[in-house]
C-alpha cells in the first residue's frame, strides 16, 4: 500500500501549466492529461533500450496496482475515489500506449528477463543502484 501511496501522490502533485494552452476552452483534465503525457513523452525520447524496458515493466506494474486499488475499498479511498483512481488508470495506459510506440519505431522489444522494478520510480528516476545494475543501466 506504501508504493501505492507515494505513486498516487506523486500524480496528485502534478500540475501542468495550462496557460501553456489555447484560449479556447479545454476540458482542464484533458489539457493536464496532454501535458503530461508531452513531458512523458520528453522522457522517453532521452531512454536508453533498457531503460524503455524497465519502463514498460514499472507501467504494467503500476497500472496494475491502480486496477487492484479499484477493487478495495480502503485503498481506493485514500486514493481519492474511484474517479481519482480512473483518472489515473486512463493517463497510465495513454502513457503506455506512447511507449510502445517509442519501443517500436526504435526496434525495442520487451525485457526478455525482467528484473526488479521500484514500484515509485520510473526508469529516468531510479536510485536504486542493485536494480540499475539488474537492469545495465549503469
Known amino acids: ?7 498516487m501522490q506523486r500524480l496528485t502533485h502534478i500540475q501542468p501549466d495550462l496557460n501553456q494552452l489555447s484560449d ?8 493536464r492529461l496532454k501535458l503530461h503525457l508531452e513531458a512523458y513523452q520528453k522522457h522517453l525520447a532521452d531512454c536508453t533500450p533498457a531503460m524503455l524496458q524497465y519502463e514498460l515493466v514499472w507501467l504494467d506494474e ?3 496496482s491502480l486496477e487492484l ?10 486514493a481519492g ?6 483518472q489515473w488508470l486512463v493517463e ?4 503506455k500506449e506512447a511507449l510502445e510506440e517509442t519501443m517500436t519505431h526504435r526496434g525495442v522489444g520487451p525485457a526478455p528477463h525482467p528484473h526488479a522494478i521500484a514500484t515509485s520510480e520510473h526508469a529516468w528516476e531510479l ?11 549503469t
Request: aromatic letters at 2%; glycine letters at 4%; one cysteine or more.
Open 62 to 64: 503500476h497500472i496494475l
Open 127 to 137: 536510485r536504486e543502484e542493485k536494480i540499475k545494475k539488474l537492469w545495465g543501466l
Open 24 to 31: 479556447q476552452p479545454v476540458d482542464r483534465k484533458e489539457a
Open 92 to 95: 497510465s495506459r495513454r502513457c
Open 69 to 78: 486499488c479499484l477493487n478495495q475499498p480502503e485503498m481506493l479511498s485514500a
Open 1 to 7: 500500500m506504501s508504493n501505492l501511496r507515494k505513486i
Open 81 to 86: 475515489g474511484s474517479s481519482q483512481v480512473e
